[in-house]
T-cell receptor, first 112, second 111 residues
Framework: SAVISQKPSRDICQRGTSLTIQCQVDSQVTMMFWYRQQPGQSLTLIAT?????????ESGFVIDKFPISRPNLTFSTLTVSNMSPEDSSIYLCSVKQSYEQYFGPGTRLTVT | GDSVTQMEGPVTLSEEAFLTINCTYTATGYPSLFWYVQYPGEGLQLLLK?????DKGSNKGFEATYRKETTSFHLEKGSVQVSDSAVYFC??????????FGAGTRLTVKP
């Protein structure tokens, strides 16, 4: 199984600023995903980030707002840019390995 | 595309009651099916899974059977405990792509 860590675990940010969330995996994985979980809601896929290619964004999410880096097979970052209170959510990193999907503990973001 | 429809709840039960949370899916291929649990203030944990038709996933007294004929993967537990209070998510993946989640069902078990 893959063990995923995320930094920061939580943050409170001001409107208009940006936050970069880091995701570290304890093994090499090809497929990595970023999800958002808004308060009281289910998980929504933001983008798929495979190493060696540009991230693929889901409908409603754009690269200018959520730029993603994937420099190697164990690490990725998601930036939430020009934040507004509507961006207050839990952001989760996830990887697929051997047909199973594992999730990080999440980053709880509050935008004031 | 592939999707999951889940009984939304919230569901409130007394301790030792029988639990069923309904989940149906739509998929073009042969997906793997999952139940995840999210305890208050914690991250998402895999509860159980089934990778092909008629498979039964089980864990911690919870069970779900992959029913291809009814495209369902209902979660059941014979006797719930207060500690089972959490949000439960049904999910699927076709193994080549990301996981798709249902809306989640909040379960509260009262002593």
């Amino acid at each position: 199984s893959a063990v995923i860590s995320q930094k920061p675990s939580r943050d409170i940010c001001q409107r208009g600023t940006s936050l970069t969330i880091q995701c570290q995996v304890d093994s090499q994985v090809t497929m990595m995903f970023w999800y958002r979980q808004q308060p009281g809601q289910s998980l929504t896929l933001i983008a798929t980030a495979n190493q060696g290619s540009e991230a693929t964004y889901e409908s409603g999410f754009v690269i200018d707002k959520f730029p993603i880096s994937r420099p190697n097979l164990t690490f990725s970052t998601l930036t939430v840019s020009n934040m507004s209170p509507e961006d207050s959510s839990i952001y989760l990193c996830s990887v697929k390995q051997s047909y199973e999907q594992y999730f990080g503990p999440g980053t709880r973001l509050t935008v004031t | 595309g592939d999707s999951v429809t889940q009984m939304e709840g919230p569901v409130t039960l007394s301790e030792e009651a029988f639990l069923t949370i309904n989940c149906t899916y739509t998929a073009t291929g042969y997906p793997s099916l999952f139940w995840y649990v999210q305890y208050p203030g914690e991250g998402l944990q895999l509860l159980l899974k089934a990778t092909k038709a008629d498979d039964k996933g089980s864990n911690k007294g919870f069970e779900a059977t992959y029913r291809k004929e009814t495209t369902s993967f209902h979660l059941e537990k014979g006797s719930v405990q207060v500690s089972d209070s959490a949000v439960y998510f049904c999910a699927l993946t076709d193994n080549n792509n990301d996981m798709r989640f249902g809306a989640g069902t909040r379960l509260t078990v009262k002593p």
